[in-house]
């Protein structure tokens, strides 16, 4: 019965991302905010190990205190409990700062078999807070992986490469990453979403973490995000005239002028 | 005090039906709406999210939860796809039958097999020779032994492609009018009945047509509530299923105004976006406000019926106006689309012959009107 952590994380609806024409920046206010859509699988999957095996499963997640709809929607599938870890003083935190939050709330939360993370997130898409956290928690990490089988204490998985798929297996406690192929995330229904609300929801602080404040945030942070914006895509209007051999030759030339060949 | 959110749960609720809508549902509307072969698939994924049983107690498999919940579900389905509304306002209306006027065997049977979208239930009143006076109904049902035997013919009635049973009306007492009405389950497959199809110029997945009974025999235990009391069962449940269909109707027209509005913004006439002109950008926003008016109208019938407070009027109110308005702004939304508007191969014509179906299914606007006039002027100013 395996003692399960899912990480999952809220992000802004990329479908609703619009960006600023003049500064090229994102305009994220006021945009619906979701689960990120690999970390529904990360959910799911821990779900169905659950329906397979028991156990329990308890989110984590740092965020805002608005998102709350996010964690009852991960219960409301079919998380047991869920901690959210929020904190002022958190603002600003890089992947390696939110791995260190996260690590520190997971020892918080006493033993466990497995942690699972999505492969990335979609907005960052760093794939970096998984293996973070686990070289953090010193564990053994399976990444991108596209099915998971659980043997006693053993975990089974097979992982998505570019050129083949590779079976790896690991014993608990591991940290598994998954991808978007590994299943379908489901819908709660209404019963469950009512049910969610009886669910516990922890909320610990940076204090509650033994956390310093120093640690976290911008001040604890290496990486220190200046800037995203959209890259400019235009279309450069370059008309080739002559013959079918001049144009190609002029063509090769802007083509290597550009770097693309 | 006045408070017009939906609860946490609801608006849950709602962002998981819609996602289920909008990936499972609205891709294959267009096709699907052309066929008159109802779309069990669909149906059968609706039921598996419990769908079908939203207000039917958790003991029975269903979700136990309140009308106005049922609203928000008919709404976010039918913004995807009209037709696949249907079961839930079926669902609903089987199940508040079955819980006010069925009995304790009949509940066991039937709510469970509803919430498992094993049981689809039509309903069958209207008649060749009389639809908005219900009463004037020539189907009897009559004693024979332990059970009875009904003999006559019902006509323009959802699902005859694929219900399961009906909940079919007829006279236990031929001389009497509406007294004279009682309530049965009847069996599609009952010997003695046979069915047609029409052929509709909207909602045809939901296949219309008659069904004829010629010495149909059913056991006593098909009567649903009391021997004449059929007729005041059924109105009692077109008060809510007004409304659904209120809502029904909005979220399709919901669906043609945000096309028109993406479409607004992006086509381009004299040099803007067409949504630059006043003559655009006003239907939009006169659609949008009657369109939130309507909705309010609608969730305020449900909210009245959750509370056990009357609602006849307003029901007839979301009846007449709702599907109306709705109409018009399909109509709009299709014009704003300019020529690509009127061809097939977008939703939109489509979504207007949809529509246009329930301006006339479950009582028109003109009986509509004689329900509110009754209900504010008094029964004494009723034409008959
Ligand atoms: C509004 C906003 C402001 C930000 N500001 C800054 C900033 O000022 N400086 C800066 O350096 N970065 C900033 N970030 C980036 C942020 O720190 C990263 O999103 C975070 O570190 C995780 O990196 P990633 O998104 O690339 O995750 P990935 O490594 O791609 O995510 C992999 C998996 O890790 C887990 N995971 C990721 N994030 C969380 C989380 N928060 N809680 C629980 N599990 C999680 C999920 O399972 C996820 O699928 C900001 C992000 C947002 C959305
Ligand atoms: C798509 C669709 C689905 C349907 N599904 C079902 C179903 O599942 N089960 C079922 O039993 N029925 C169903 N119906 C039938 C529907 O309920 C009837 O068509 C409706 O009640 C009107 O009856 P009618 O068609 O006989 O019109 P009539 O009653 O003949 O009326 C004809 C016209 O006269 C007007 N009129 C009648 N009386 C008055 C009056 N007193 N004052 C002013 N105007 C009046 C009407 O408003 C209408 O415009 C469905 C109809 C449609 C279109």
Redesign the interface.
């Known amino acids: 019965m395996p003692e399960m952590i899912v990480c999952f994380k809220e992000v802004v609806d990329e479908r609703e991302l619009k960006v600023n024409p003049k500064t090229q920046e994102l305009m994220t206010e006021g945009i619906t905010r979701k689960i990120s859509d690999f970390d529904l699988n990360a959910i799911e999957e821990a779900i169905r190990i659950k329906e397979m095996h028991g156990g329990r499963a308890t989110g984590v997640i740092v965020g805002l205190p608005e998102c709350k709809p996010s964690i009852k929607k991960a219960l409301s599938m079919g998380l047991d409990r869920a901690c959210l870890l929020s904190d002022p003083a958190f603002a600003g935190s890089d992947t390696l700062t939110v791995a260190a939050i996260l690590a520190a709330a997971i020892r918080k939360l006493g033993p466990f078999d497995m942690i699972l993370c999505g492969e990335a997130s979609t907005d960052g898409f760093s794939a970096q807070l998984g293996p973070s956290l686990a070289e953090r928690l010193d564990l053994p990490q399976i990444t991108a992986a596209s099915q998971v089988t659980i043997e006693g204490n053993q975990v089974v998985a097979e992982r998505s490469l570019d050129d083949g798929i590779e079976v790896v297996e690991a014993s608990f406690p591991v940290l598994l990453s998954v991808t978007k192929e590994i299943n379908k995330p489901r819908l709660a229904t209404l019963k469950q979403i009512l049910a969610a609300s009886k669910k516990e929801v922890l909320e610990w602080k940076a204090a509650d973490l033994g956390l310093s404040t120093d640690a976290v945030g911008l001040q604890g942070s290496p990486i220190v995000l200046k800037r995203v914006a959209a890259f400019r895509m235009e279309r450069k209007n370059i008309r080739l005239e002559g013959t079918l051999a001049e144009a190609a030759e002029r063509a090769i030339r802007e083509l290597l002028r550009e770097g693309v060949l | 005090m006045l408070n017009l959110s939906f609860s ?2 609801q ?3 709602r ?2 039906v819609r ?2 809508a909008q990936t499972e549902l609205a891709p294959g509307y267009l096709e699907r709406a052309k066929r008159e072969e109802a779309p069990r698939e669909e149906f059968r994924k609706m039921a598996e ?2 769908l079908t049983g ?1 207000n039917i107690p ?1 003991e029975y498999g269903g ?3 309140d009308y106005v ?1 049922i609203g928000i579900a008919i709404e976010e389905i039918a913004r995807a796809d009209i037709n696949c509304s249907y079961p839930i306002a079926v669902g609903g209306l089987g199940g508040g039958a079955f819980l006010k006027h069925g009995t304790p065997e009949q509940r066991e049977t039937w709510l469970p097999k509803i919430t498992r979208g094993e049981t689809l239930l039509g309903l069958a009143l209207t008649e060749p020779g009389c639809g908005s006076d219900a009463a004037a109904m020539k189907t009897t049902a009559l004693r024979e032994g332990d059970g009875y035997v009904l003999n006559g013919e019902k006509s323009s009635i959802s699902f005859v492609n694929c219900a399961t049973d009906f909940f079919l009306f007829a006279k236990t007492d031929p001389k009497a009018g509406a007294r004279g009405v009682s309530c049965f389950l009847v069996p599609m497959d009952a010997p003695g009945l046979t069915t047609s199809i029409f052929h509709d110029m909207g909602c045809k997945p939901i296949g219309r047509g008659a069904l004829a009974l010629k010495e149909v025999h059913i056991p006593a235990s098909s009567l649903m509530g009391q021997e004449g009391r059929g007729f005041h069962l059924v109105m009692e449940e077109f008060d809510y299923t007004k409304v659904l269909i209120g809502l029904m109707c909005l979220g399709t027209a919901q669906a043609a105004l945000e096309d028109a509005i993406a479409y607004a913004k992006e086509r381009k006439a004299f040099g803007k976006p067409i949504a630059r002109f006043e003559g655009v950008s006003f239907l939009i926003a006169e659609h949008a406000t009657r369109m939130e008016a309507a909705r309010l109208l609608c969730y305020q019938a449900l909210w009245l019926r959750d509370q056990g407070k009357p609602h006849t009027k307003e029901a007839s109110m979301c009846k007449w106006w709702v599907p109306k308005i709705s109409a018009e702004a399909i109509h709009d939304a299709l014009l704003i689309h300019g020529h690509l508007g009127y061809s097939d191969e977008y939703p939109l014509e489509q979504r207007w012959r949809d529509v246009l179906a329930f301006q006339i299914a479950d009582g028109t606007a003109q009986i509509q009107k004689i329900i509110i006039s009754r209900e504010i002027l008094g029964r004494e100013y009723l034409p008959y």
């Open positions: 946490e749960d608006e849950l609720f962002q998981m996602e289920f999210l419990g939203i958790e979700q136990g939860a919940t």
